[in-house]
């Protein structure tokens, strides 16, 4: 996968802020617990110590942060890529546990991030049967970043015990990209920077979109994950979900069947039977998550009902590996949006031709 030239708006931010993993007031390796470098949250203090003590509400309270921390921990999904894509290197962040295809806790936009501020690993806490809360407290954090993350009240208050937390502003796992951004970059003094990186990814979507005219207008569902061995039901994200909210952003709209099903709950995600699929008749692209080997999308294709829906008949389908770094990016957050837009959008459009 290529890296495209819109990785500049990283290194722009970088710049503008003057920092790097080893500057400002940056601990040695030995004093961070292995990453190499402190948040260097020290960097543009001249503009932002001024914004503390900050409050910060949310769904699971309200935070308040007294001084511009020094070092920053982030929990769950993502979190540590806002900071990253502004210069700042978390002290400890959750170790990649889906789409990580070479097993170093890393996906590679954030590999990369780190290479390029010339930083150490930070410690990653191991998440896969919840949060390590000891773990989280040895990397003695100023500010716990979850903006995305799904959180319960009781880790909310465990976590709060080590050190203030900033959690997600509505539901769990529905935090859109630019709302993550802006959460996590307050809670670090760099709201200002944050906006900018922003309107950077922003310009980066239009730049690519632009390429593909045949995405404008039509509909498009995020299928989750299929069972290849049970196909007798199909699950999608709804409009609560990031994945979804993200075809917006492409020019591409949310069919009425999906917008509809997700009124009146809080649920990122929905099934319906094979039977009930009539309902998708209104969708022009389906994208969800598949195998390299095409296996499920045989199956959906050779199902008697299944392969009777629209999208699926004229071909207009188009399943991410779900192992590959292309997978898991479709959900968007800071750092990963510019590394696949090229290619995500491509594939797309290439499920929006076949749409008469």
């Given at each position: 996968m290529k890296r495209p030239p819109s990785l500049r708006i990283l290194t722009v931010a970088a710049v503008l802020l003057g920092i790097t993993a080893c500057g400002g007031t940056s601990e040695t390796k030995d004093e961070t617990t292995g990453a190499g470098a402190s948040a260097s949250a020290t960097a543009g203090a001249g503009n932002s110590a001024s914004t503390f003590p900050m409050t910060i509400k949310h769904a699971l309270g309200t935070t308040t942060i007294e001084a511009k921390p020094q070092r920053v921990a982030t929990v769950n999904w993502a979190n540590h890529e806002a900071p990253l894509a502004l210069g700042v290197v978390p002290v400890g962040m959750a170790a990649a546990n889906f789409g990580d295809d070479d097993g170093d806790g890393l996906l590679p936009w954030v590999e990369e991030r780190l290479e390029e501020l010339k930083a150490g690993k930070p410690v990653l806490f191991d998440e896969t049967d919840g949060i390590d809360f000891e773990a989280v407290a040895d990397t003695k954090p100023d500010v716990i970043l979850a903006a995305y993350s799904g959180l319960t009240q009781q880790d909310y208050d465990t976590l709060s015990d080590i050190a203030p937390v900033v959690a997600y502003p509505d539901a769990a796992w529905a935090t859109p990209w630019r709302e993550i951004i802006r959460m996590n970059s307050k809670a670090i003094g760099l709201a200002a920077e944050g906006d900018k990186l922003i309107g950077d990814i922003e310009a980066d979507i239009k730049a690519v979109v632009a390429k593909y005219p045949q995405l404008k207008g039509k509909s498009a569902m995020f299928m989750t994950h299929v069972d290849p061995n049970d196909v007798s039901e199909i699950g999608f994200y709804t409009t609560h979900d990031t994945r979804t909210l993200f075809f917006e952003d492409l020019g591409l709209t949310i069919p009425g069947s999906i917008a509809e099903a997700s009124k009146g709950t809080e649920k990122f995600a929905l099934s319906r039977s094979a039977e009930q699929i009539d309902v998708f008749d209104d969708v022009d692209i389906i994208t969800g998550y598949g195998d390299e080997k095409g296996e499920l999308l045989a199956k959906i294709r050779k199902d008697p009902l299944l392969?009777?829906?629209?999208?699926?008949?004229?071909?207009?389908?188009?399943?991410?590996?779900?192992?590959?770094?292309?997978?898991?990016?479709?959900?968007?957050?800071?750092?990963?949006?510019?590394?696949?837009?090229?290619?995500?959008?491509?594939?797309?459009?290439?499920?929006?031709?076949?749409?008469?």
């Open positions: 392969s009777k829906i629209p999208a699926v008949e004229r071909g207009s389908v188009y399943l991410l590996p779900d192992s590959k770094p292309l997978g898991t990016a479709a959900n968007p957050t800071p750092l990963s949006i510019s590394w696949v837009l090229e290619d995500y959008v491509k594939a797309l459009a290439e499920a929006a031709d076949k749409v008469k």
